[in-house]
């Protein structure tokens, strides 16, 4: 059930009458929630985003991203097909079970029945990282691709794959925790709480800790952008935090290929996007160690969309929904 169909959207945008509709997608996070009305030629034709670092309680969350549906449908006359929402944390069918570690409450909580119901609007919620991995895959990086990994490297190391054109999530969605993959049973203490999962040790949250152990820096004026910066410059402290950073993504990335086989692996955040060097080292450093039959159809590159992959995702699969279209199929 996951992931839609991907034919069926690319069927249904030839009619030029069906790009008046669209859907509306919400991103959120426990920063900010973004929002954006997209129409079925994937053009996001309206887009904003509320703060959401001073939102308090479950209710209030939830008051947010109906307020975002309202301000989006109010800017358009068209036709909405439904919402699609990015949410942090363990989903099945639309419920949020729980996991959302940065926001409040959250378990067990209906959300797609909650927004449908204030809304009247269809409404899909699936994991963030699965919208951002299945927007990669529509428009991005992993397009005219079947089978793909999404890795993404920020506080955490999150990610998803797409298996033969499907998002897969184990039984009941609970499972491709790539950022837990562990490394090493004695290391250091991980968000989920175990220890020395791969995470622990490659997030930029540990290459930030890393290097501020290592200059008596406060982390406070760090982050991922300072300290490539200070690499490619060839400062002594930044180059062996970052070589250390290399060899740890590689590390679970080598792992992940050899498992999944995929035609790409994608990654976002960090300092993915930022300089060509940071592919490039960890493919040198995967390629070593990594088996070949499993490597040979494999290519590690960034992620293309940025900030926008979640709603496209989100967008992409209200279009894709085969209920959605049969509900719409008169127009
Ligand atoms: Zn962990």
Request: hydrophobic share 40%; net charge negative; aromatic share 8%.
């Amino acid at each position: 059930m996951y992931g839609g169909d991907v034919f069926v959207f690319r069927v249904f945008i030839k009619s030029e009458k069906l790009t008046e509709m669209y859907a509306i997608a919400i991103d959120v996070g426990s920063t900010y929630v973004r929002c954006g009305l997209i129409n079925l030629k994937g053009e996001i034709t309206y887009s904003f985003k509320m703060p959401s670092r001073d939102v308090l309680s479950e209710g209030e969350i939830i008051a947010l991203i109906n307020a975002a549906v309202r301000k989006c449908a109010d800017v358009t006359e068209s036709k909405i097909l439904g919402v699609g929402i990015g949410f942090p944390g363990i989903v099945e069918h639309n419920v949020i079970l729980g996991g959302a570690d940065n926001l409040p409450g959250f378990s067990n909580v209906d959300l797609g029945a909650l927004i449908a119901a204030s809304t009247g609007l269809n409404v899909i919620v699936d994991n963030d990282a699965n919208m951002m991995a299945w927007g990669e895959m529509q428009f991005g990086a992993g397009r005219n691709c079947s089978d793909a990994v999404f890795l993404t490297v920020g506080t955490g190391i999150g990610g998803s794959a797409v298996i033969n054109n499907r998002l897969y999530g184990g039984y009941r969605n609970k499972g491709m925790e790539f950022g837990h993959i562990i490394i090493n049973f004695d290391g250091p203490p991980c968000s989920c709480g175990g220890r020395g999962c791969f995470e622990a040790y490659a997030s930029i949250k540990a290459l930030i800790r890393d290097y501020a152990q290592r200059t008596g820096q406060d982390i406070s004026g760090l982050n991922g952008r300072v300290i490539t910066r200070s690499y490619l410059a060839g400062e002594a402290a930044a180059v062996e935090v970052m070589e250390r950073h290399l060899d740890y993504m590689a590390i679970g990335i080598t792992s992940l290929i050899n498992i999944f086989s995929p035609q790409k692996l994608i990654i976002g955040g960090g300092v993915s996007g930022a300089d060509g060097f940071y592919v490039q080292e960890i493919n040198r450093r995967v390629a070593e160690r990594v088996m070949a039959d499993a490597f040979s159809s494999s290519v590690i590159v960034p992620a293309r969309m940025g900030n926008e992959a979640c709603l496209m995702g989100c967008a992409s699969r209200v279009f894709s929904t085969p209920m959605l279209l049969q509900s719409n199929g008169s127009n």
